[in-house]
T-cell receptor, first 111, second 116 residues
Framework: KQEVTQIPAALSVPEGENLVLNCSFT??????LQWFRQDPGKGLTSLLL?????REQTSGRLNASLDKSSGRSTLYIAASQPGDSATYLC??????????FGAGTRLFVKA | SAVISQKPSRDICQRGTSLTIQCQVD?????MFWYRQQPGQSLTLIAT?????????ESGFVIDKFPISRPNLTFSTLTVSNMSPEDSSIYLC?????????????FGPGTRLTVL
């Protein structure tokens, strides 16, 4: 059974700091991995999608890496801003389009 | 890409009643899904909404409790039946525009349900 774990569960950093969020999954048989952002009481916004054949994806200040063989992904946020404060969710897509989510990392960036 | 809207955005309901949540996508999509996010927890897939046929439910979810319809390629409904306080959650609709596993999954804003 596929399980997705995110570490840390919560993180508080001062503005401007670079940070790394970690995601691990137990079964390497995935089609892709997607990072989402969720603001309080809101839906999910897709940040980055990494296909299983890819190693990383970048969008602006965000960089996500994928090591499928070891079951790990990281989301790197450069020069964090208060507007980055949100919950970040990692999800893996397996057969039948089933998406399995981690519990998320709650990020707070202090001004 | 796809833009997804949901109605209602939130509701407060009495125990024993039912609520139907609507999900509308701005373009035709191949796959639509319904998720539940209980307070303080991550998302759990309820079912895949199949166009013109019965939904495919995940373990722990049944049609009598969560009937789903998908009459066309842009619209789906989820009904939460005979509600109890344990059903208080955010319910989210999502869609994949193509039939490829490499496609991005898009989410609606969610429906926040409180059952008293």
């Amino acid at each position: 059974k596929q399980e997705v774990t995110q570490i840390p569960a919560a993180l508080s950093v001062p503005e401007g700091e670079n940070l790394v969020l970690n995601c691990s999954f137990t079964d390497s048989a995935i089609y892709n991995l997607q990072w989402f952002r969720q603001d309080p009481g809101k839906g999910l916004t897709s940040l980055l999608l990494i296909q299983s054949s890819q190693r990383e994806q970048t969008s602006g200040r965000l960089n996500a890496s994928l090591d499928k063989s070891s079951g790990r992904s990281t989301l790197y946020i450069a020069a964090s801003q208060p507007g980055d404060s949100a919950t970040y969710l990692c999800a893996v897509i397996v057969g039948g389009f089933k998406t399995i989510f981690g519990a998320g990392t709650r990020l707070f960036v202090k001004a | 890409s796809a833009v997804i809207s949901q109605k209602p955005s939130r509701d407060i309901c009495q125990r024993g009643t039912s609520l139907t949540i609507q999900c509308q996508v701005d373009s035709q999509v191949t796959m639509m899904f319904w998720y539940r996010q209980q307070p303080g927890q991550s998302l759990t897939l309820i079912a895949t909404a199949n166009q013109g046929s019965e939904a495919t439910y995940e373990s722990g979810f049944v049609i009598d409790k969560f009937p789903i319809s998908r009459p066309n390629l842009t619209f789906s409904t989820l009904t939460v039946s005979n509600m109890s306080p344990e059903d208080s959650s955010i319910y989210l609709c999502s869609a994949v525009t193509s039939g490829s596993h490499t496609d991005t999954q898009y989410f609606g804003p969610g429906t926040r349900l409180t059952v008293l």
